[in-house]
């Protein structure tokens, strides 16, 4: 039987993974879904259908699905796994599910931006570049907050799935410690997501209140 200070041990463990992925996800997932915006808005049509494609691809099949197929997939149809460390593997589909994602309310965030200060920019003589950045860039912020919080805190919950390739996060650890007979991990567990959760939702709000004066 373990003790208390080792099952705490291995819950830390555990959260330290979360945090690491979750972490890591969203330092990729966040340019690359700019990126992947970018080319499904391309005016060049062969890039702006393959984009779409990829994005609907992703957003249509389940996340665990996709977990299991980067890991197991190329061993199976190439007798040569590509990734042999899970937690990278893991880490790959999670960025590439999210960038899908955070692409799309990228998008919507983007062309919701009133077309007229596109053209005021252009009038001043201001580079495409220019009127991105110093006129669109932080109403494109304001408008994206709302769905795109939604998303990180799903991220958050999202993590537990890497447990289907092994990677021992936070419930794997308190799912292994219910099979000994202890019961009090799960609850330490559901504490520690709704403080994380807690803790976004207020950072989050009070982004939104920052950028208040954006929405008129």
Do not use: H
Request: glycine residues 8%.
């Amino acid at each position: 039987m373990y003790s208390f200070e080792e099952v705490n041990l291995l819950l830390l463990e555990g959260f330290e993974v979360t945090l690491r992925l979750f972490g890591l996800t969203l330092l990729f997932a966040l340019p690359l879904g700019l990126i992947l915006s970018f080319g499904s808005m391309s005016k060049f049509k062969p890039l702006a259908y393959l984009t779409k494609t990829f994005i609907w691809i992703i957003r249509g099949t389940p996340l665990m699905l996709q977990i299991l197929i980067v890991f197991y997939g190329p061993g199976i149809v190439f007798d040569e796994p590509l990734f042999t460390d899970r937690f990278l593997a893991a880490l790959v589909t999670f960025v590439i599910n999210y960038a899908a994602y955070f692409s799309e309310i990228y998008r919507g965030g983007i062309e919701g931006v009133p077309r007229g200060q596109y053209e005021a920019g252009q009038v001043l003589g201001l580079k495409k570049s220019q009127i991105f950045f110093r006129i669109t860039l932080m109403q494109v912020v304001k408008r994206i907050i709302p769905p795109m919080s939604n998303e990180i805190i799903t991220l958050v919950k999202d993590t537990s799935l890497v447990r289907v390739i092994s990677v021992i996060e936070i419930i794997k650890v308190a799912e292994k410690m219910s099979t000994k007979g202890l019961i009090w991990p799960l609850f330490y567990t559901a504490v520690f997501y709704l403080a994380f959760c807690g803790i976004l939702t207020l950072l989050f709000g009070f982004i939104e209140k920052k950028l208040d004066y954006y929405k008129n």
